[in-house]
């Protein structure tokens, strides 16, 4: 039954409480009372010595004396004596005596040394004299022995503990070594089978100390704010390798090559400082360390090596190699981060991610494994050293190539490279790419690729997250886990801090709002907060306990340190907060008392352990005076003791307690004497106690001055108490004080939290709770009393209203389940506390909480429209429960077992429930009185863990997954009929796996898709098709261990896993992702994962409920971004089938079979495979719960943020009046539906590009635009008569409704402007008569609105019942109108009475024998027939009269979405891009057949394979020609009389990348990130030449200049995602040449003036030159490190007015605002820096969520002219002089720029802005105009050589603009 969250036990509720059963009242006669006690005579005890404190200095421990300087220099070999300023540096911190005072560090104390004196290299060992033992320690079994590899003696460290055997520089831990060296070189030995831990302390320049560990014990790689653990696998081969374990038998020396400075960039995004200490523990051989800022090639060495661009490793350094051998059959080398990872070179600052927002895992990092190797690294990330089989073949070695490959051989196809095994064994976020190499003579084997064509997924790219993180944690419900006695005030009261397991929260008391501290990986065990609210320290549980010291105002760690104490459990600071103690236990169980100097943490220094002491008393409360920093007070089991703090030790006296000796002592406070005298003779201690005494102690006698007892009250009519005596009855147990200035809050385990006056002469207030109060704390202004108690609640009490605030409430036990509901926004959890809690997901708070004693809830889920959830339990019962009467509806005992998961379908009409006997429930909810409908036994498995994601139901209802019968199988039945459709066994799907797979959890994609997810027990995420089982992709490695939930988002873009005590999210888009995103925070496995209703927030569970912000909301309005891979496999196409089966990337015998037992339904998949280059449609994905076929789905816009301004100031310009007029229009819509009309009797022919209806003459390709529609067009009609057209569009941002407009056909102009629906228009339709205009608003709208064409006034408007997909009327009837949609047909008789139109309706189901698709389009026949089409691939036939279906038969594989109809000829279109003719002349013969109809009569004459789903067409009468559009933005001319298909209009179908001109402007040419290169003819913009490179995005293009060679060379340099730069020949139409002169995506790419020279920019900021004829990169520019190339701009320029030499002055701009310009002349190899400019940017600039780029381009009117756009404080463009070195011009813009052009031949100015606007200004005259006509973002503009033209790009459409008379 539903019950309250505290009891109102006999006091009248208080008004405004806010919290049901929380009594706040004066005194009363049932209240408590203090019993008297006899007071205890005052007795002298001894005295803790005084104190006098010493001024603040720094301290230099003993043993760290500077060494006088000696001025021996350092050799190249690093020969010569200590050098200056060669001493150990002491480490700052507070002396012992004087602990509280804030230490002032000395400006010197923490400098690292000067690094001069450290170059070129130091030999670490040598220079700190480590044979001496005096500036550094060992520890254990280390002793001096001789190699014999080596020849010389080395270290031996050895030991069975690695942390008891070691060697350590410096000796003390308070002292550092200071060394700058970028390069660390360890060369050492591993002991054969044993581990070893390298410990490396590295300071950063903000003074952070971060721990860097490599070893062989670590299995993973763990990151924290503090501590970097790092794998290093060295192993010998086995079947089944696990990158973990002991060293191998036959262990090499290695040089192990750390690039400290590129570690903290990439994996802390923090700036390196210095090396402050090095620890080598066992086990292994050392021979010495070196650092250096040179990159050394260890194998290399000698004169011979002087011409190679590598510096030879020292002489001093090398590793002998005998003669005749390699080095690399003999050492190892591994270079780690490995060189190919390029890093920025300075931190990179992400606005985008909150301090609260941890994010671990590879997301944005290279694989955070080292392997070590036996061929230098340098072009691979991990490959692993493996002692080959007897088997393993032998292969020469491969010498190391000093610059990158250039393959002059045909392609290889991606696809082929990037599936085969050896790419599948690695990690998908850091798959290798290397050359296959092997070392016979050594017996190594090195597992790298043989392809140098390997696709690689940098882990530095994370394109498929926008923002990263994509997840911020919002908010936590939860208080308490290890304890619930941390909770406390800030200083100003204004907000409580308290721990939620392992986060700690921050609540604002007023406001409700949460701040979080996350880091901790186990349950917080104590905290406290200094006075000033400065420092927060923190400890968590588990042994041995971490602690952290955080800045409280930013939330940042400054500190992350070990405790000299097993486990922590009070923390305790002074008020300045210079000292922190803390008393926990030892390894030995024993209390410890640890006080740490904390006065430098926040001026970059250490925590410093003051002292430390043991005690044999208990300890429960230990505190700091207020008073005096060095005293401090505890309270235990029969004791209370004064400790103080003095001469570096801790020292207590014990209070003489007399006959209290033997009390259970629970928590102290002190408080002030009444005159407020801070003196510590006049401060008083007050302890509690477990049998509810109240001591108040004088801390100077250290004697008890008053004893009082909480005893319990009589009971009303009981007999005459007597007076209770100290041993006579049991007082109340307090469990917690608090002391104010004015009173003491007193918190007792009866539940009450009581305020009393200091003299506790009565009770003032009192609060009854609903368990035992564990914490009391009084705010520091005294009016508000904090709480908490056991059961997991934590609130105050307001002591002027008597008002008591509920905080938080929490589940004392891990939470199992979850389940959300939509209209109430409200959140139900199961626990194991057994409870079922009803949350409010928009406060957190709780609204009823459901108890049960006897048996306890496992399972949950909301009814999805009615205010009832369903709960399962132990017992096997389902129950019903009503959240408005709080009470049990109906109960079932169907199951046997406890029922492991409940889910309903969407609809709300069937729910479904397991159990772990393994049954099956099927229930219908069509009414509140729900009854069983099915139980079937032995279906679920029945030893499958209780799970959320036990079973799953489709997003449309019609499916239900579940693993089972066994564990090895998931199931899919209807879920209606519970018939088995599918069943596929995990089991055969790893066969490289020694163990036999099993499914934990299921989960369906959305219903376009047809996605059904499966995690399995071998750490892996196998999507499958719902539909045929097919494996569509493979996501392995996922976790460790088996995930217990999983979640795909409506619009398929992120996965949620619950991954241990993680959560990790996918770009489930992209299909080579880079890895998850991983979070913190749960110190307890999550158990269920889910997104909210409304998509824009997660919810994890587990040890608490955490939400989550979704930084980048999915969209309804994108398709999913997942179904190209299942259009290919769902549809079955022949040539994709092999592509498909590579998908999963296995090496399996079998492919597994959907069963027997029923037909499956053919998938329907959301839109036709475009590629496979990510690109995404910006189609609305429809109602949740239908799955609608791709070009029957409702059309919406991609969305565009206009803002206010650009829709009232842009307009396009009329054709005559403007400076530009608009020319032509390269592309169609191929995202909308019946958007293109041709007429062959009158020639008319049109078709939309945007937001443009494109009229265009067939013959001559001139084309008339007609403007004005303010978001994209979605669907065109035509009237019959061709005088009108029709043109319907979505809803934009600055309009409430979509629009429709009328034109005049022959004269171009719109006649009207209606707005219709508030939804997107999906279909329009004219009548026969063209007296009326038919609309039909899309699935969310369902309306259905009838218009006079006379004055386009509404006639009738209809709300549909269900979502309709098309519509038409019958051409031989104005009076009957049909519609079609899902499970019905729907016709509508038209009645005219005078103006009125009255609508009959007649509705008729779909007949079994159609199938269970839904009707996606329809047509009329001859007379009374209605075809139509369905989503299955059917086309059944109508006879409108009688209103049946009599024939059907099948015509596709995919929906149909098109159908037309002339003569006796039937033309259909298909999502799998079919177009077929069918002869039909015998249908309407068959009709008097009735059902018995056969389909025989219908044969198909014609069929032809377009590039894309067919969404529109148009045929002449005669159904011989016709003009068919598709989803791929091409509009093909059908002749079925010749059977060819020709290209009339064709467009890139993804974003437009480049525009470039070959210089006789004959022709021009674009790149787009689908992978093509178009070549076109400028003056009829017809199609010459197309490259396509496929699953490759082009991103740049250039066209050799005129003066390389004849115009019959011209050449197009491209540059590609993978980073190859492809060279095209115009002329023979081929590649030339393929180079790979960056790792990374190529981002701008352009040729010299004399084209013998190609420059190329990359992602990561890096300029490669090289020679386009013979691929040779021979210069690497580095200075815009860190930052993408957005431009390179070329110009020929004599330098000589700029001071400089050289042919060529260019410039490259990159995205961190900064522009460089150079002289060079390459044919002497010379490029000089002209001058670096940079631009300031503010915080946020972002337009549509992504930064504007930074654009820069020579000025062509003034070569001394720099033109400059970005993001920075003000929008405009910015001209430098080159000459004057400054800015000498700005011009303000209303919007940040995206594209930038300046016109060669005038001075006009182009900019386009993501407003979908475009801007060109004059430079001469100062004026500007705006040009609208884009839909989307102008993310690309162009003047063609002569500036007579302007090309201008958003998204995939391109528009011509003339420039007349300029």
């Known amino acids: 039954m539903a019950r309250g969250s505290a009891r109102l036990a006999g006091v009248p509720r208080v008004p405004g409480s806010g919290v049901p059963g929380s009594r706040v009242g004066g005194r009363s006669a049932q209240g408590p009372r203090l019993g008297p006690e006899a007071r205890v005579p005052a007795q002298a005890g001894s005295r803790l010595p005084g104190a006098h404190p010493r001024a603040p200095g720094a301290w230099l421990p003993s043993g760290a004396r500077p060494r006088p300087a000696s001025l021996a220099g350092v050799g190249v070999a690093g020969e010569g004596a200590e050098s200056p300023g060669s001493c150990l540096v002491p480490e700052a911190r507070p002396s012992p005596a004087v602990a509280p005072a804030r230490v002032a560090e000395s400006p010197d104390a923490r400098r690292p040394l000067p690094a001069a004196w450290q170059h070129p290299f130091l030999n670490v060992f040598r220079h700190f004299r480590v044979d001496e033992w005096k500036r550094s320690a060992k520890q254990g079994d280390v002793a001096v022995v001789t190699d014999k590899t080596l020849k010389g003696a080395v270290y031996r460290i050895r030991g069975s503990v690695s942390a008891a055997n070691y060697i350590q520089l410096p000796k003390s831990s308070t002292q550092s070594l200071g060394l700058t060296g970028r390069y660390l070189y360890v060369l050492f030995r591993p002991l054969p089978s044993k581990h070893f831990v390298i410990h490396l302390d590295v300071s950063s320049k903000d003074n952070q100390v971060i721990r860097v560990s490599f070893s062989n014990l670590f299995k993973e790689f763990k990151s924290t704010a503090t501590w970097l653990q790092f794998p290093l696998v060295l192993e010998a081969r086995t079947p089944q390798r696990d990158l973990v374990g002991l060293a191998p038998s036959g262990a090499r020396w290695t040089c192990l090559q750390l690039d ?186 090195v597992l790298t690729h043989e392809s140098a064509e390997v696709p690689v997924a940098r882990t530095g790219s994370c394109e498929g997250f926008l923002p990263d993180p994509v997840l911020r944690l919002k908010g936590v419900i939860g208080f308490g886990g290890h304890g619930t006695r941390q909770a406390l005030w800030t200083p100003d009261g204004a907000a409580v801090v308290y721990p939620c397991h392992a986060v700690i929260v921050v609540l604002l008391v007023d406001t409700g709002e949460q701040r979080f501290f996350l880091g901790h990986t186990d349950k917080v065990s104590a905290l406290a907060l200094d006075g000033s609210s400065s420092l927060l320290a923190s400890a968590q549980a588990r042994a041995p306990s971490v602690m952290r010291l955080w800045d409280f105002q930013t939330g940042r760690c400054l500190c992350l340190f070990r405790s000299p104490m097993h486990v922590v459990c009070s923390l305790s600071f002074s008020d300045s907060g210079a000292l922190l103690c803390g008393v926990g236990k030892d390894h030995h169980g024993r209390t410890m008392v640890v006080a740490w100097g904390t006065g430098q943490v926040g001026l970059g220094g250490e925590v410093v352990v003051l002292a430390k002491a043991h005690t044999d008393f208990d300890v429960q409360a230990f505190r700091v005076t207020f008073f005096d920093e060095t005293r401090m007070a505890s309270c235990g089991q029969g004791s209370v003791r004064l400790w103080r703090l003095r001469g570096g030790a801790l020292r207590s006296c014990p209070v003489d307690l007399g006959e209290h000796h033997a009390l259970q002592f629970t928590d102290l406070a002190f408080k002030q004497a009444r005159d407020g005298c801070p003196e510590p003779s006049a401060a008083m201690l007050l302890v509690c106690s477990r049998s509810g005494h109240i001591l108040e102690i004088d801390c100077q006698r250290m004697v008890v001055r008053h004893a ?279 089991g055969t799907l790893d066969l490289a796996s020694s163990r036999l797979d099993s499914a934990m959890a299921v989960c369906f994609g959305p219903a376009a898709l047809g996605h059904l997810l499966v995690s399995t027990s071998s750490n892996r995420v196998v999507v499958l098709d719902a539909v045929s089982g097919r494996i569509i992709r493979e996501l392995p490695g996922v976790h460790p261990e088996p995930c217990p939930s999983l979640t795909l988002s409506e619009d398929a873009r992120f996965l949620l896993i619950a991954a241990g005590r993680t959560i990790k999210v996918w770009d489930y888009a992209t299909q080579a992702s880079p890895g998850p995103q991983v979070y913190i925070g749960h110190s307890e496995p999550v158990q269920a994962v889910a997104f909210s209703p409304d998509q824009q927030q997660v919810l994890s569970a587990g040890d608490a409920v955490f939400l989550w912000d979704v930084l980048a909301a999915t969209e309804s309005d994108q398709s999913f971004p997942g179904a190209p891979p299942a259009c290919k496999t769902g549809l079955g196409a022949g ?70 301004h650009s829709a009232k100031g842009t307009c396009l310009p009329p054709a005559s009046g403007g400076w530009l007029r608009l020319k032509a229009v390269v592309g169609y819509s191929g995202n909308g539906r019946a958007n293109m009309v041709w007429r062959p009797d009158t020639g008319f022919f049109a078709y939309t590009c945007g937001r ?58 719109c006649q009207h402007l209606i707005f219709p629906h508030s939804t997107t228009v999906l279909a329009l339709a004219f ?71 009255s609508l009959q309706v007649r509705r008729e189901p779909v007949p079994e024998a159609v199938g269970a698709g839904e009707l996606t389009s329809l047509c009329y026949g001859a007379p009374p027939l209605l075809y139509c089409g369905t989503s299955s691939g059917q086309v059944c036939v109508w006879d409108t009269r009688a209103g049946r279906c009599f024939l059907s038969w099948e015509a596709d594989d995919g929906g149909i979405g098109l159908l037309l109809f002339s003569g006796s000829r039937l033309v259909s279109g298909s999502s799998t891009g079919r177009l077929c003719l069918w002869a039909v002349g015998a249908v309407s013969e068959l009709r008097c057949k009735g059902s018995g109809a056969r389909s025989s009569s219908v044969f198909m004459e014609h069929e032809l394979v377009l590039d894309g789903a067919v969404v529109s067409a148009s045929f002449d009468d005669s159904v011989d020609m016709g003009v068919v559009g598709t989803t791929a933005g091409t509009l093909w001319f059908v002749s079925w009389a010749e059977g060819t298909s020709t290209r009339l209009i064709s467009g890139h179908r993804s974003k437009v990348n480049e525009v470039v001109f070959s210089p006789g402007e004959s022709h021009c040419a674009t790149c787009s990130e689908d992978g093509s290169v178009r070549v076109w003819a400028l003056a009829s913009m017809e199609l010459v030449i197309q490259f396509q490179v496929l699953n490759q995005s082009c991103l740049c293009l250039a066209w050799s200049p005129p003066c390389c060679g004849r115009p019959e060379q011209q050449r197009l340099a491209a540059g590609y995602g993978d980073g190859s730069l492809r060279i095209f ?238």
Not at 933 to 955: E, I
Not at 1275 to 1304: M, P
């Open 1625 to 1862: 020949s115009i002329s023979r139409t081929a590649m030339e040449l393929k180079m790979h002169p960056h790792p990374v995506a190529l981002t701008s790419v352009a040729f010299s003036t004399d084209g013998q020279t190609v420059l190329s920019g990359d992602k990561d900021g890096l300029v490669a030159v090289s020679h386009p004829r013979t691929g040779t990169t021979f210069r690497v520019l580095s200075d815009h490190q860190g930052a993408p190339i957005s431009t390179i701009c070329v110009t020929c320029k004599e330098c000589e007015d700029l001071g400089v030499e050289g042919t060529d002055l260019w410039l490259a701009a990159s995205g961190d605002q900064r522009v460089s310009v150079w002289a060079s002349d390459w044919l002497r190899n010379r490029c000089e820096l002209v001058d670096w400019l940079s631009f300031p940017m503010p915080a946020t600039t972002e337009t549509q969520g992504h930064l504007p780029p930074s654009l820069a381009a020579f000025c062509p009117w003034d070569g001394a002219l720099l033109m400059y756009v970005g993001p920075g404080v003000y929008k405009e463009v910015i001209i430098y002089n080159l000459c004057q070195k400054q800015v000498v011009e700005k011009i303000p813009l209303p919007f940040f720029a995206m594209s930038l052009s300046l016109s060669p031949g005038t001075h006009l100015l182009a900019v386009g802005f993501a407003e979908c606007m475009l801007r060109l200004v004059d430079c001469a005259m100062g004026t500007a105009q705006d040009f609208a006509g884009h839909d989307n973002a102008v993310h690309l503009c162009r003047f063609t050589p002569s500036a007579r033209l302007l090309f201008t790009a958003a998204r995939n459409e391109i528009l011509v603009w003339e420039v007349p008379g300029r």
């Open 1327 to 1397: 009548s026969p008569d063209d007296r009326l205009l038919v609309t039909l608003g899309d699935h969310d709208g369902r309306t259905l609105a009838l218009w006079g064409t006379a004055t386009y006034d509404l006639v009738s408007s209809t709300r549909l019942p269900e979502p309709v997909h098309g519509v038409a009327f019958n051409p031989w009837d104005a009076g009957e109108l049909t519609c079609v949609g899902q499970g019905t047909v729907t016709f509508w008789l038209l009645q005219l009475r005078g103006a009125d139109i």
């Open 1135 to 1204: 040539p994709l089938e092999d592509a498909a089966s590579r998908a999963s990337e296995l090496p399996r015998q079998q492919v597994p079979k959907p069963s027997q037992a029923s037909p499956p339904r053919l998938g329907v998949c959301a839109r036709p495979p475009e590629g496979g280059d990510g690109a995404r449609d910006t189609r609305n994905s429809g109602a949740p719960r239908t799955t609608y076929l791709a070009s029957c789905k409702a059309f919406t816009p991609a969305r565009v943020s206009c803002s206010p």
């Open 260 to 445: 400290l400075q590129d570690v903290l960039l990439v994996y802390l995004n923090r700036c390196y400082g210095h090396l402050k200490s090095i620890r080598l523990c066992a086990s292994l051989l050392v021979r010495n360390l070196y650092t250096s800022d040179l990159c050394f090639e260890p194998a290399i060495s000698g004169a011979q090596w002087a011409k190679l661009p590598v510096t030879p490793m020292p002489r001093e350094m090398a590793f002998p190699v005998p003669k005749g051998e390699s080095w690399h059959d003999r050492y190892i080398h591994v270079r780690f981060p490995s060189e190919s990872l390029k890093v920025p070179s300075k931190p990179i600052e992400k606005s985008c991610s909150p301090p609260e927002a941890v994010l671990l895992g590879p997301g944005p990092q290279p694989l955070p494994c080292l392997v070590a190797s036996s061929k230098p690294v340098r072009f691979s990330v991990s490959p692993v050293v493996q002692t080959p089989s007897p088997t393993a073949s032998g292969r020469a070695p491969l010498a190391p190539r000093p610059f990158p490959e250039v393959s002059l051989s045909q392609e290889r196809s991606d696809a082929s490279n990037a599936d085969g095994p050896g790419f599948h064994s690695l990690e998908p976020w850091a798959q290798v790419e290397a050359s296959d190499v092997h070392t016979a003579a050594a017996g190594t084997h």
């Open 1252 to 1309: 443009l209806v494109v009229v265009e003459d067939l013959h001559s390709g001139a084309q008339q635009h007609w403007s004005g529609h303010s978001a994209e067009i979605s669907t065109l009609a035509l009237s019959h008569s061709a005088q009108v057209l029709a043109s319907a569009s979505g809803r934009s941002s600055t309009t409430a409704h979509c629009q429709i407009r009328v034109w005049d056909v022959s004269g171009g102009l």
């Open 708 to 986: 009082r007892r909480l005893l319990p009250t009589r009971t009303p009519g009981g007999p005459h108490p007597q007076k209770q005596t100290f041993s006579s009855g049991p007082g109340i147990a307090i469990s917690s004080l608090s002391v104010s200035p004015a009173m003491c809050a007193v918190g007792s385990e009866d539940g009450f939290l009581r305020l009393w006056p200091l003299d506790f002469s009565s009770v003032l207030l009192e609060a009854e709770h609903e368990g035992p109060v564990s914490s009391v704390c009084v705010s520091p202004d005294g009016l508000r009393v904090l709480s908490a108690t056991s059961s997991g609640h934590l609130g105050f009490l307001d002591t002027l209203s008597r008002v008591y605030h509920m905080l938080a409430r929490s589940h004392t036990a891990p939470v199992l389940a979850l389940a959300m509901e939509q209209r109430r926004g409200q959140l139900a959890t199961v626990s194991q506390d057994r409870t079922v809690r009803i949350w409010d997901l928009a406060t957190l708070q709780q609204l009823y909480d459901f108890t049960s004693s006897e048996e306890a809830p496992c399972a949950v889920t909301f009814h999805p429209t009615r205010p009832t959830f369903f709960c399962g339990f132990s017992s096997g019962a389902v129950r019903s429960f009503s959240l408005e009467a709080a009470e049990v509806l109906v109960e079932h005992t169907c199951h046997r077992g406890a029922v492991t998961s409940l889910t309903a379908t969407p609809d709300g009409r069937l729910l479904f429930s397991s159990c772990s006997q393994g049954s099956l429930a099927q229930y219908s909810c069509a009414d509140p009185q729900w009854h069983v409908l099915r139980v079937a036994a032995d279906m679920v498995c029945p030893d499958a863990p209780a799970s959320p994601s036990a079973l799953a139901v489709s997003r449309d209802g019609r499916l239900l997954a579940f693993v089972g019968p066994s564990r090895c199988t998931v199931t899919v039945m209807g879920s209606a009929s519970l018939d088995e459709l599918l069943r596929v066994d995990i």
